[in-house]
């Protein structure tokens, strides 16, 4: 069993930048795929950004550019750069794992409902 615990939100104004982190325990973590989503008041939750175990990356298009995912293999841990934020980026973030498969295209990892594993979410607030 996967367990994820997310940490790094909070409350930034408009334009700044935020690094949220998710420590896995409980498994082998570079067998896994993991991924970033969000939900933000009365919407459902959506997909931010996914990596492999190899660092291959895969992004929601209107967030290329602005967030940058990474791994690190060694520490169990994925991270999640976020800058040049905007108010409409406020949303509970949570951190999400899923058993890497080869035949498996990146962007399957993308959807909620194929993810296994998932934290209990970090905040993230930007204000204008």
């Known amino acids: 069993q996967v367990q994820l615990v997310e940490s790094g939100g909070g409350l930034v104004q408009a334009g700044g930048s935020l690094s949220l982190s998710c420590l896995a325990s409980g498994g082998t973590f570079n067998w896994y795929v993991m991924a970033w989503f969000r939900q933000a008041p009365g919407k459902e939750r959506e997909f931010v950004a996914t990596i492999r175990p190899s660092d291959s990356t895969y992004y929601a298009d209107s967030l290329k550019g602005r967030f940058t995912i990474s791994r690190d293999n060694v520490k169990n841990t994925v991270y999640l750069q976020m800058n040049s934020l905007k108010p409409e980026d406020t949303a509970v973030y949570y951190c999400?794992?899923?058993?890497?498969?080869?035949?498996?295209?990146?962007?399957?990892?993308?959807?909620?409902?194929?993810?296994?594993?998932w934290g209990k979410g970090t905040l993230v607030t930007v204000s204008s």
């Open positions: 999400a794992a899923a058993y890497s498969r080869a035949t498996y295209a990146t962007t399957w990892y993308s959807r909620v409902d194929n993810m296994a594993y």
